[in-house]
């Protein structure tokens, strides 16, 4: 089995550089599962139903979430009832719409995937232990599939790394997102978990984490509140591609993509 897991889409750039390069990757190589993170799909912060059906039209099998999920409130009219956009899986069960994993079908044949998104805290908003909520999925799926991929959307390198050693041998695949800037650590676990710090960005390529370095710059130099925004240019198409073994459910190969586009 391989999977194509995409990098934080960010904004219309991040929309374009998949409509664009995806065709080209797909016709080099053939994948089971297509994922991407698009919680900044929408304007670079948060996702629309008309963007989310964007992503699926141009080949999406899955979209994942993080923190901006709840950014553009179109979220709350379709997230409920649509079972191929997961946010993470440790907010308040009790409380929050949608879903934090989910089990997907390939097109063609039996192949079946489970996917569980997770939030991370340290350098982020309050949210519940992503440990226990990652045993908590794992349980409620563990009779239906063992081939498992963790989309970890967190901030500080430590904790990622600390999931995917946690969850070794446990899953399939442990994908960091959130920082927008690809690592460089892609590695199989020792008992065979598929594992990366962070995958990326898939956004404009000469830009401060997908926006134009206008504003972060005054931010950061004058401590004062300015607009972001996102222009065009050069985009920049960040992947990792994962190879499972589907019969022990254990990874064999994580490779990076970074392409200029």
């Keep these: 089995m391989r999977i194509l897991f995409i990098g934080d889409i960010v904004g219309k750039p991040g929309r374009s550089c998949l409509k664009s390069y995806l065709p080209r990757l797909k016709n080099k190589q053939s994948f089971d599962f297509i994922i991407a993170n698009g919680e900044?799909?929408?304007?670079?912060?948060?996702?629309?139903?008309?963007?989310f059906t964007e992503l699926r039209k141009l080949g999406v099998d899955l979209v994942t979430g993080g923190n901006h999920i709840w950014d553009q409130k179109d979220i709350f009219n379709f997230i409920e009832g649509e079972p191929r956009m997961i946010r993470p899986a440790n907010y308040p069960v009790e409380t929050t719409p949608g879903r934090g994993s989910v089990i997907i079908e390939a097109k063609k044949g039996?192949?079946?995937?489970?996917?569980?998104?997770?939030?991370?805290?340290?350098?982020?908003?309050?949210?519940d232990c992503?440990?226990?909520?990652?045993?908590?999925?794992?349980?409620?799926?563990?009779?239906?599939?063992?081939?498992?991929?963790?989309?970890?959307?967190?901030?500080?390198?430590?904790?990622?790394?600390?999931?995917?050693?946690?969850?070794?041998?446990?899953?399939?695949?442990?994908?960091?997102?959130?920082?927008?800037?690809?690592?460089?650590?892609?590695?199989?676990?020792?008992?065979?978990?598929?594992?990366?710090?962070?995958?990326?960005?898939?956004?404009?390529y000469d830009s401060i984490l997908g926006v134009d370095k206008s504003g972060p710059l005054k931010r950061f130099m004058t401590q004062l509140p300015h607009r972001l925004s996102i222009s065009d240019g050069r985009k920049v198409f960040n992947a990792v591609s994962v190879e499972i073994d589907e019969e022990n459910c254990a990874a064999v190969s994580i490779k990076r993509i970074y392409e200029i586009i």
Excluded: C
């Design 130 to 204: 992503p440990f226990r909520s990652a045993d908590r999925e794992l349980a409620l799926l563990k009779d239906k599939t063992n081939l498992i991929l963790v989309d970890f959307h967190a901030e500080a390198t430590s904790e990622k790394q600390a999931l995917g050693w946690y969850l070794d041998g446990r899953v399939s695949a442990v994908l960091g997102t959130h920082s927008h800037v690809q690592t460089a650590d892609e590695r199989i676990l020792p008992k065979r978990t598929a594992y990366i710090t962070d995958v990326g960005m898939t956004g404009l």
């Design 40 to 51: 900044n799909a929408a304007g670079g912060a948060g996702i629309t139903e008309n963007v």
């Design 110 to 127: 039996t192949k079946k995937l489970a996917v569980i998104n997770l939030i991370g805290r340290v350098f982020m908003k309050p949210a």
